[in-house]
């Protein structure tokens, strides 16, 4: 352990959810995927709201569907993890295991689900708009098609990141940092910029979950800091 870690030990002080051990500059590939997935999500919330007029409803509906796929991502990746696949056993074998990883990410996902879910209930309530209203919408359709497929990229990154020697806890812990973090600030922009600015408001929720996503995409231990970790340090 370097003496970094070391004075952190003997401070005992609360911290932030991730050590410096975590904080690990990406490589260029990897900000290069983060920029393009960055750039594919703020898309989706962007088009339908120039082109398409999305309401407030809409767009709560397609960012806590972004905050699933990323959920659905790491799972997806620890339970393949979690499969021992060796992929020098062939193609089937990493099937499996690939399979194993999917079952248990929807699983997991379908529990979480529900808790996360809950303030959609409020916001259609105080909108007055029908779920089978927003449902039916075929763009949104569209932009959760997208959001499901870069969340199988990040499935993938993830599986290439525990592949690479780094903890599954650490990756699990960072991730559901930024997740829950960004869903917390596009709630909060959803229920105040919308119901307050109308239409513009719309618009102050888009950039504030540009803002957060593109944050947390490329500063992401920075980013998971914002939720402090206040557990006794005997605990951690």
Do not use: C
């Amino acid at each position: 352990m370097g003496r970094r870690g070391r004075d952190g030990q003997a401070r005992g002080g609360g911290g932030p959810l991730l050590s410096r051990e975590d904080d690990v500059a990406p490589s260029a590939a990897e900000r290069a995927w983060r920029l393009i997935l960055v750039a594919a999500r703020n898309a989706v919330g962007l088009v339908g709201i120039l082109f398409f007029s999305w309401s407030a409803p809409t767009l709560v509906v397609l960012y806590f569907a972004d905050t699933l796929a990323g959920m659905w991502a790491v799972f997806a990746a620890i339970g393949f993890k979690l499969s021992n696949v060796d992929p020098r056993q062939g193609f089937w074998t990493v099937a499996e295991g690939a399979l194993s990883g999917i079952a248990v990410a929807l699983f997991l996902v379908a529990v979480v689900a529900v808790p996360l879910g809950i303030p959609l209930v409020f916001v259609f309530g105080a909108s007055g708009a029908g779920w089978r209203q927003v449902w039916a919408d075929p763009t949104l359709t569209a932009g959760i098609g997208v959001l499901a497929l870069t969340g199988l990229v990040g499935a993938v990154r993830h599986v290439f990141t525990l592949a690479e020697g780094r903890t599954g806890g650490a990756t699990v812990k960072q991730a559901f940092a930024i997740l829950m973090t960004r869903w917390v600030l596009v709630l909060l922009a959803i229920y105040t910029m919308g119901g307050l600015l109308g239409r513009l408001g719309l618009y102050v929720v888009v950039v504030v979950y540009a803002a957060a996503s593109a944050w947390s995409e490329l500063a992401p231990a920075r980013f998971a800091r914002l939720i402090p970790d206040r557990r006794p340090p005997d605990s951690r």
